[in-house]
């Protein structure tokens, strides 16, 4: 089982550089993309034969195309490389992996019932759903890169005058949302890429879509045939807080992670294992560091049981 892990990242090396080390084996590569506001010496201590830094950066903000653009950056290249992966990762640079890569590639591994089927793990519901309005597809925004569309853009989302029709432009496809965090089998990938290949309109539409990186790539894998093998994301995020970002890992969370062999959550995208954990920071790596031990002590726990099985 190879994984191929895509990051995105913009701050916080630190966790960045721990999580690699804990992720990282013979059998996985990394394609890292550092937003190109960020100073990239921060991340010099990630030197790993297996990490791969984008010499191609773009600037990326928060609800914009771009951060689909990144994805599609790094997915291409890691597509091209020698090694064909079983399995690519799209992870944060803020994110951190609550059990060892060996056990994250036995979980995927165990998962596939099929050498070329597999689940996808993303999280989907259609579109309107509960904090996932039509208006998000609907509604033209603009990227801060043209100041003048974006603001007009907000102007008009704000004294919410009429948008586009979806249905002009997707004809039969119906829109799709989630989070922006996923675990596609190659063959989903590979289809995905062929897909905007062969629909220009459906990518330039999307160009002007509020958080498009929570929409693109579910509407294009919940219309296809690999809708029926779609499962739950395998991230635990905290949206417990109200706000526009899920709230940062803390002491809590870590209780509720070590009470648990397997950290199993359920909401609306369905139930399931989470195998990494967001928000993590720099400015608590003493947490992080709480979380490896963690990791260790399953590690030792889990040989022990095989032991006593065999």
């Given amino acids: 089982m190879n994984v191929t892990y895509l990051v995105l990242a913009h701050n916080n090396p630190g966790v960045l550089e721990r999580a690699v080390r804990t992720l990282s084996s013979d059998d996985c590569e990394f394609f890292i993309h550092i937003d190109r506001k960020s100073d990239l010496r921060q991340f010099s201590a990630i030197r790993e034969v297996n990490v791969h830094f984008s010499e191609t950066r773009l600037p990326l903000y928060w609800g914009e195309f771009s951060l689909v653009e990144a994805t599609l950056l790094l997915l291409r290249r890691a597509l091209a490389a020698p090694r064909a992966p079983d399995y690519f990762v799209l992870m944060s640079g803020t994110d951190f992996p609550l059990h060892s890569g060996r056990y994250i590639r036995e979980f995927l591994a165990s998962n596939r019932s099929h050498p070329n089927k597999g689940p996808e793990f993303i999280n989907v519901v259609k579109v309107p759903a509960p904090g996932k309005p039509l208006s998000r597809i609907n509604t033209m925004r603009f990227p801060r890169t043209q100041p003048l569309r974006h603001l007009a853009g ?25 989070s922006q965090w996923w675990a596609l089998s190659r063959e989903a ?3 995905i890429l062929e897909f905007i290949e062969r629909n220009p309109r459906f990518v330039k539409f999307f160009e002007n879509v509020f958080a498009a990186d929570e929409a693109f790539f579910h509407t294009i894998l919940a219309n296809s045939p690999f809708q029926s093998r779609i499962r739950r994301n395998l991230v635990y995020e905290d949206w417990s807080a109200e706000g526009a970002h899920p709230a940062m890992i803390g002491e809590r969370h870590l209780a509720f992670f070590e009470q648990h062999q397997q950290v199993r959550v ?3 995208y369905g139930e399931g294992e989470t195998l990494f954990a967001r928000k993590f920071s720099d400015a608590n790596l003493g947490l992080v560091r709480q979380i490896e031990e963690m990791i260790g002590r399953k590690e030792a726990a889990l040989a022990g049981n095989k032991v006593c099985a065999g």
């Fill in 154 to 178: 907000r102007a008009w989302a704000k004294l919410g005058l009429p948008g586009r029709d979806y249905r002009n432009y997707l004809g039969d496809l119906e829109p799709y949302s989630g």
């Fill in 189 to 191: 990938c590979e289809y």
């Fill in 266 to 268: 359920r909401d609306v």
